[in-house]
């Protein structure tokens, strides 16, 4: 034992080790019975490690809930769109996989969807309007630029085609959000409080756009005096005369009454919409590869659905509500004169965020 001093040994093992004379006897657990108490110990770590396995295995069959947001409620096209996405991404995947679409703003409006997307938080998919991504992937706007399309023909091509993939894996790389299919349709014209019928009414006439700057650039060079202002303050600031009106598909004007404070509906056909079904990357790398390869196939399906729903009843709307009495239709008798004004800005445009060649891929399909 120790002496006391810590420079001073006794010979015997330090502590209380036992020696081999009054060393207890270890039984050789291959040739001996086991201890009752050794028994009891690897019988509780054995079930102990059964049952942390089936808790891992319970977890691992919990279905995965998926998280959508939308600004609308489901009679709007977007609405129907996510629901055939869920209801194909079930069918292609055949397992149990849950889906929660937050509607009417309830997670707030598109750019925050998209922000929330990248963060891969909150919203794993979504619609999300081409404008909200140009902090991350500079040509994105050039997806709903006005004028940019010849017709519907020409748009469901463009669509159909591979002329967009630089801007998908732009927007891929640098915000980390994948565009699975192209929903939208619409087509755009401007919303006022009084008459827009020729170039004259137009000039000065000042109205809400969006915030990429492809929006303002076009309208300050057809004669309009643009401002950004979020969606959810377009009726307010249309009623209390901040501006004179704004720019809307069929769809966004009904869904948001914007025609009570704005019956007068310009045919200026400027654009029709193009509107990426959006799902979070953060999300997608977590998920099994069958359930990834579900998203993808029924994102471009639902976008084909979505775009066949607005498109087909877009001018049926208007007509409806023209009907019904709550607007007023004016055809725009220069819109020759608007496409002229705009066919230098989209040039120009499409060389600062160099996506000329996207333009020109786009022009070049017929």
């Known amino acids: 034992?120790?002496?006391?001093?810590?420079?001073?040994?006794?010979?015997?093992?330090?502590?209380?080790?036992?020696?081999?004379?009054?060393?207890?006897?270890?039984?050789?657990?291959?040739?001996?019975?086991?201890?009752?108490?050794?028994?009891?110990?690897?019988?509780?770590?054995?079930?102990?490690?059964?049952?942390?396995?089936?808790?891992?295995?319970?977890?691992?069959?919990?279905?995965?809930?998926?998280?959508?947001?939308?600004?609308?409620?489901?009679?709007?096209?977007?609405?129907?769109?996510?629901?055939k996405f869920e209801e194909l991404v079930k069918k292609y995947y055949g397992k149990p996989v849950n889906f929660v679409l937050h509607r009417n703003s309830e997670l707030g409006l598109e750019k925050d969807y998209f922000a929330y997307m990248s963060q891969g938080i909150s919203v794993d998919y979504g619609v999300v309007s081409p404008a909200h991504m140009s902090t991350f992937a500079k040509a994105a706007p050039i997806l709903d630029m006005p004028f940019l399309f010849r017709d519907l023909d020409h748009w469901n091509k463009v669509l159909d085609s591979d002329a967009f993939k630089p801007i998908l894996d732009d927007v891929s790389k640098k915000a980390d959000v994948i565009i699975i299919g192209y929903d939208g349709g619409g087509t755009r014209n401007i919303i006022a409080n009084k008459p827009i019928r020729n170039m004259a009414e137009?000039?000065?006439?000042?109205?809400?756009?969006?915030?990429?700057?492809?929006?303002?650039?076009?309208?300050?060079?057809?004669?309009?005096?643009?401002?950004?202002?979020?969606?959810?303050?377009?009726?307010?600031?249309?009623?209390?005369?901040?501006?004179?009106?704004?720019e809307n598909e069929a769809a966004g004007l009904d869904a948001m009454k914007f025609y009570e404070v704005g019956p007068n509906i310009s045919l200026t056909q400027h654009a029709i919409t193009v509107r990426p079904i959006c799902f979070s990357g953060k999300t997608y790398r977590k998920l099994p590869p069958d359930l990834q390869a579900a998203i993808l196939k029924a994102g471009k399906e639902a976008g084909k659905y979505g775009r066949d729903l607005e498109s087909g009843g877009d001018s049926a709307l208007l007509a409806k509500l023209e009907k019904e009495g709550k607007l007023k239709t004016w055809p725009f008798t220069d819109r020759a004169k608007l496409l002229e004004l705009a066919e230098p800005v989209k040039q120009a445009y499409a060389k600062e965020i160099d996506a000329t060649d996207i333009l020109n891929k786009v022009n070049a399909i017929k």
């Open 1 to 83: 034992m120790w002496s006391g001093h810590l420079t001073k040994w006794d010979g015997r093992p330090p502590c209380d080790v036992a020696t081999p004379s009054d060393a207890i006897p270890i039984p050789n657990l291959l040739k001996e019975p086991m201890h009752p108490f050794l028994r009891a110990v690897a019988r509780a770590a054995t079930l102990g490690g059964l049952a942390l396995t089936l808790s891992f295995a319970v977890a691992a069959q919990q279905p995965i809930t998926l998280h959508g947001a939308v600004q609308f409620d489901d009679t709007h096209p977007f609405n129907k769109s996510l629901l």
């Open 202 to 246: 137009l000039r000065g006439f000042t109205m809400r756009v969006m915030g990429a700057p492809i929006q303002t650039q076009m309208f300050q060079a057809i004669g309009a005096k643009p401002s950004v202002i979020a969606y959810n303050e377009v009726y307010n600031a249309i009623q209390t005369g901040v501006i004179g009106g704004a």
